[in-house]
């Protein structure tokens, strides 16, 4: 190889590495900091909750809250997934989401199994759950929820903290659900005073139909969403 020829070649190489290290390699997860808390109906204090297993949705992607109930769980970023949230004990929990890039921390709760039993209970529904997950879904007060081509025996919060099966729309709490739903996905379609509704991202996937949102329903499980409504004049 002649002298002109080795340049060349260094010159070919000393670029390549430049432009290698230029690379920017764009992440594809994103940091979901929690901080997972005991509740059960007002008075109760809300407490810090170690040794929770908290998981990616459908995955072996698990973190466990420290003393102070915190965890951070990596998520993929802009794709329909969840967490779930487990302890002896305590109620497991599920909460789908849609993170960005930025990341997210936010705190979460967790009642106690035999908070969930009564709850359960109060509507006529077995607890533990066995082949079927439940519901829980926010809005505003006066809302009403609607399962889309699937069943489910529907529910809302009383102004007691209670489940009833027997109140026509969401209370001052704003909360309902139903029992008995089949493991998959869901549908939930509001009504009511809940008009031009859609879920936050950190807490539900967007609906297939206007004022709906969609959720993972998993066996045992307790699956949360939250819609954003605008407020109307």
Request: charged fraction near 15%.
């Amino acid at each position: 190889m002649n002298l002109v020829s080795r340049w060349l070649l260094l010159f070919v190489l000393v670029a390549s590495s430049i432009i290698a290290c230029n690379e920017v390699t764009t992440p594809t997860t994103a940091p979901l900091n929690l901080t997972v808390v005991y509740w059960e109906p007002p008075p109760h204090d809300e407490v810090p909750l170690e040794g929770v297993k908290v998981c990616q949705l459908d995955t072996p992607n698990c973190v466990v809250t420290d003393a102070k109930g915190q965890a951070t769980l990596m998520l993929p970023i802009g794709v329909e997934t969840g967490f779930t949230k487990d302890k002896e004990g305590y109620g497991s929990w599920l909460i789908a989401t849609v993170l960005s890039a930025d990341g997210e921390s936010r705190g979460t709760l967790m009642p106690s199994a035999q908070h969930l039993a009564d709850m359960h209970n109060g509507v006529m529904s077995p607890y533990p759950m066995r082949g079927t997950g439940t519901v829980s879904v926010g809005a505003r007060q006066g809302a009403t929820f609607e399962l889309v081509a699937a069943t489910g025996n529907p529910w809302y919060f009383s102004e007691e903290y209670e489940w009833s099966s027997d109140l026509p729309a969401t209370t001052s709490l704003g909360i309902g659900g139903f029992t008995e739903v089949t493991p998959g996905e869901v549908e939930v379609k509001a009504g009511g005073t809940a008009n031009r509704c859609i879920p936050f991202l950190s807490d539900g996937w967007p609906g297939d139909e206007p004022n709906s949102i969609r959720l993972p329903v998993r066996e045992g499980y307790v699956t949360h969403g939250i819609f954003n409504c605008p407020v109307l004049p």
